[in-house]
């Protein structure tokens, strides 16, 4: 059975850079077979795409956030990671990990989805 | 960026049917997937490729998609289908970006 736990701080300062990680266990992210990303949700407002990554390490963003993300992974962790720097308090979310469904070498949907974490960006 | 909008809220009594649509320039030309949110959960995928079904998603659930605008439609409503709706496209270009609609909340009367 196929999950996805985020961990990471809850509060984030703002200038600062939030660091989360999703640990997957019951799917191997070097199976190329999928790529893995993050998605969030602000505080009462709908879901934003934030990237994906595959095993080879090619990842793609969402431009409106391009600049400040990276999306990493450790094969020998089974695990992904996100980088945002120079938060603000718009950047506060949810955020949740995500398995995509993938098709002509690009993530295509989403269709596995982590429990989420809620990080906050507050001084 | 692709921009897909969706009405923000629907109300439907329970046994009805309930349609929920998805709006984007030529919409017919991308392949639309849709999520169910409940609250306090994380999204889940009941409708993949216009129409699929998941597995272990019910028959009540059902797609469409022509022209400008994609259509979820639950018939027979129940209590438990009361969630936030999400369409969702694959952009494509340079970015692969993917792209969520606005977002419908369903409640059931």
């Known amino acids: 059975q196929l999950q996805l736990e985020e961990s990471g701080p809850g509060l984030v300062k703002p200038s600062e850079t939030l660091a989360l990680s999703c640990n997957v266990s019951?799917?191997?992210?070097?199976?190329?077979?999928?790529?893995w990303g993050w998605v969030r949700q602000p505080p009462g407002k709908g879901l934003e795409w934030i990237g994906s990554i595959f095993s080879t390490e090619t990842a793609y963003y969402n431009p409106s956030l391009k600049s400040r993300v990276i999306i990493s992974v450790d094969t020998s962790k089974n695990s992904l990671s996100l980088r945002l720097k120079s938060v603000t308090a718009t950047d506060t979310a949810v955020y949740y990990c995500a398995r995509h469904l993938v098709a002509a070498a690009a993530p295509i949907l989403v269709d596995h989805w982590g429990q989420g974490t809620l990080v906050t960006v507050s001084s | 960026s692709y921009v897909l909008t969706q009405p923000p809220s629907l109300s439907v009594a329970a046994g009805q049917t309930a349609s929920i649509t998805c709006a984007g320039d030529?919409?017919?030309?991308?392949?639309v997937h849709w999520y169910l949110q409940r609250p306090g959960q994380a999204p889940v995928l009941v409708i993949h490729y216009d129409s699929d079904r998941p597995s272990g998603i019910p028959e009540r659930f059902s797609g469409s998609n022509s022209g400008n605008t994609a259509t979820l439609t639950i018939s027979k409503v129940e209590a438990g289908d009361e969630a936030d709706y999400y369409c969702q496209v694959w952009e494509g270009g340079s970015d692969h970006s993917i792209v969520f609609g606005t977002g419908t909340r369903v409640a059931v009367l």
């Open positions: 019951g799917d191997s992210i070097s199976s190329g077979s999928s790529s």
């Open positions: 030529n919409i017919e030309s991308y392949s």
